[in-house]
C-alpha cells in the first residue's frame, strides 16, 4: 500500500497530522475546534461524509482523504463561497499534477468527462472572533471494484490520468498548498476575486442543466455564472434564477 507519512506531506503553515483509520476527518478536526491550520489525511474513514450526509465510499489505501482546519476571521455567514473556492483550489491543483480535464460540478464535486473524480465537503462553526472552516476532499487514487454501479454513474481515478502516479503524500501536499492558499485569499479578500475563475474549470458552463432542489422539485435553464455568495444562475424562461441549494442532475 502508498503509505501516508506527515513527514512527506508538505504544507506550510499548516500542522500535518496522519491516522491509519478514523471516522472522519472533518469530524475530528471539528471536535478539536483548532486553534491553528491542521490538516488530517487518513487511509480510511469509516463514516466519511459527503454533502447532505451522503456517505463517500472509499476502500483503505485506494483515495485520498484530508481535510484543512482553518480559524477564519470572517464570521460564519459570509463563508457561504467556500466549497467554490476550494473546488478552484482542487481543480488548480489537479492540473499542475497533469490531469488538464480536471473541472468542477456546482456546487462541490471533482470531475473529469463527466465522470466523478472527487468531492469536497465544507463545514464551519462559529468562533468568539470569527469562525472554524473545515474544507474536506475526497479523491479517487486507484480505481476500487464496485463504486461506479454502487453509485450509479461513471467514476475516474488518478490511476488513469496521471503517468506516472504520484503517491498519496505529494497529491495531499499539492492539494493542501493550494486549498491552504486559496482559504487564506478567500479570508482576506472575499469571494468576488474567485468567481470569474470558477467559470474557466465549471464542467458545464453554458450547458442546459437540470437542478434537483433540497424540496424535490426541478428547475431548468442555462447555467449563467455565479451569484455574489457562490449561489448558482440558471437563465430559465421566466428570468435569472438563483439556486443555494441543490444539485445538478443533468447537463446538455
Excluded: Y
Excluded at 506527515?6 to 476527518?25: L, N
Amino acid at each position: 500500500m502508498d503509505q501516508l507519512d506527515s513527514s512527506a506531506i508538505r504544507v506550510p503553515g499548516a500542522e500535518v497530522r496522519v491516522v491509519r483509520r478514523c471516522t472522519s476527518t472533518n469530524t475530528l478536526l471539528l471536535a478539536l475546534g483548532a486553534g491553528q491550520p491542521v490538516l488530517l489525511a487518513a487511509d480510511e474513514q469509516s463514516a466519511g461524509r459527503g454533502r447532505r450526509g451522503r456517505r463517500w465510499h472509499s476502500p483503505a489505501g485506494s483515495g485520498v482523504l484530508f481535510s484543512l482546519a482553518l480559524p477564519m476571521r470572517r464570521p460564519v455567514r459570509e463563508l457561504g463561497g467556500l466549497s467554490i473556492v476550494a473546488g478552484l483550489a482542487a481543480v488548480r491543483a489537479l492540473r499542475a499534477l497533469g490531469a488538464a480535464e480536471a473541472a468542477l460540478k456546482w456546487p462541490n464535486d471533482l470531475l473529469v468527462r463527466g465522470a466523478k473524480l472527487g468531492g469536497i465537503l465544507v463545514e464551519t462553526r462559529a468562533r468568539d472572533a470569527g469562525s472554524l472552516a473545515v474544507v474536506g476532499i475526497g479523491i479517487n487514487h486507484l480505481p476500487a471494484s464496485g463504486i461506479a454501479a454502487r453509485l450509479r454513474r461513471s467514476v475516474a481515478a488518478l490511476a488513469g490520468l496521471l503517468r506516472p502516479l504520484p503517491a498519496r503524500n505529494a497529491v495531499i501536499g499539492a492539494l493542501g498548498r493550494e486549498l491552504f492558499a486559496a482559504l487564506r485569499a478567500f479570508d482576506a479578500t472575499g469571494f468576488e476575486p474567485f468567481r470569474a475563475a470558477w467559470e474557466g474549470a465549471h464542467a458545464h458552463a453554458g450547458q442546459r442543466l437540470r437542478v434537483r432542489l433540497a424540496d424535490g422539485r426541478v428547475v431548468a435553464g442555462m447555467a449563467a455564472g455565479l451569484a455574489a455568495d457562490g449561489a448558482l444562475q440558471l437563465r430559465t424562461q421566466r428570468g435569472l434564477r438563483t439556486v443555494r441549494n441543490g444539485r445538478v442532475v443533468s447537463a446538455a
